[in-house]
């Protein structure tokens, strides 16, 4: 250890003594020292400004734990009030951003006599895309939920019961209770998503091959896990063109020309049962979508009993 040319060295520790006299405290107590250090002797040559005696310290400061012996000379901490205050956040700093918890959707709201029909492309909607493999469902979803003027969210029930990779239960090998099991769950998936979309303003259309006399794959799961505003729609075009766009699908999505036959033959049962049905045999996507705002603004004018 270095000690300025002229100063005195600290004498050495005496074990078993404590601290050796004459020796500074101040190495030993964080608090101001008891007395003026001593004054190093001027350097030959070099002059010196008088030394300023600092004030007596009211009392002893507090006791520190002993080290092992004396070490080089340590200034006082700083009190705590003149400790620099911690920096404010940035503005742009993210915090926590409190959402609403999705609820059932209610029923749209109906507008009196006399105002003009609603504008379903400015209205916060839950629409449930119906028809049959091949029908168009998921294209015209798509193309909905892109070209609306207000937030809207797209849920295909086929991909969120796609999310199962391993132990994925194809309903196309048959329908038994594993394909059953995980077709509810993804249905009770896009209903809680669509709830919670809903309830922060966001728009959603839902799509579905929802059978018109099968309860399990029917209409009452989804006014359960979504709510009764949800309005459905039935795409439903001839059996030939939903057999041509099958043939244009791959992997699990593409079905026997006999399943396909099968699953329209029963989506007929949905003529008659007062729900809204587009026939876009001869539609292309646009045009289908523009029919299904017309078909919307009279399910808010007039909500269909389901």
């Given amino acids: 250890m270095q000690h300025p040319v002229g100063s005195p060295l600290p004498p ?7 601290p050796a006299l004459g020796w500074s405290p101040a190495a030993h107590h964080p608090g101001p020292p008891q007395g003026p250090a001593p004054v190093p002797p001027p350097a030959p040559g070099y002059p010196v400004a ?9 009392g002893p400061g507090p006791a520190a734990h002993p080290g092992p012996g004396p070490g ?10 003149h400790q620099p205050a911690p920096a404010a956040p940035a503005p742009d700093t993210t915090g926590h951003v409190p959402l609403p918890p999705g609820g059932p959707v209610a029923v749209p709201s109906v507008p009196p006599a006399t105002a ?18 091949g029908a168009g469902k998921t294209s015209v979803a798509k193309y909905w939920a892109d070209h609306r003027r207000v937030p ?13 990779r391993s132990g994925f239960a194809d309903p196309q090998t048959g329908w038994n209770e594993h394909s059953e099991a995980q077709y509810r769950l993804a249905r009770r998936t896009c209903g809680f998503s669509a709830r919670n979309f809903l309830a922060n303003g966001i728009s959603c259309i839902l799509d579905d091959a929802v059978f018109p006399d099968r309860p399990v794959v029917g209409l009452g799961g989804w006014k359960r896990h979504v709510g009764p505003g949800l309005l459905p729609v039935v795409l ?14 791959s992997g699990n999505r593409r079905l026997t020309d006999e399943e396909v036959a099968r699953i329209h033959g029963r989506m007929a049962g949905w003529y008659g049962s007062g729900l809204p049905i587009i026939d876009n045999s001869q539609l292309d996507i646009p045009e289908t979508a523009h029919l299904l705002d017309e078909v919307l603004s009279r399910s808010i004018a007039s909500p269909p009993n389901w």
């Fill in 116 to 133: 003009a029909a609603p504008d379903p492309t400015t209205t916060t909607l839950a629409v449930l895309l119906i028809g049959p493999a």
């Fill in 12 to 18: 050495p520790h005496q074990p078993g003594h404590g």
């Fill in 72 to 81: 080089p000379h340590q200034p006082p901490p700083a009190p705590a009030a």
């Fill in 152 to 164: 809207t969210a797209h849920i295909s029930l086929d991909d969120v019961r796609e999310w199962v």
């Fill in 236 to 249: 439903l075009p001839g059996l030939d063109i939903v057999l041509e766009r099958n043939a244009e699908r």
């Fill in 50 to 58: 008088p030394r300023q005696t600092p004030a007596p310290h009211p």
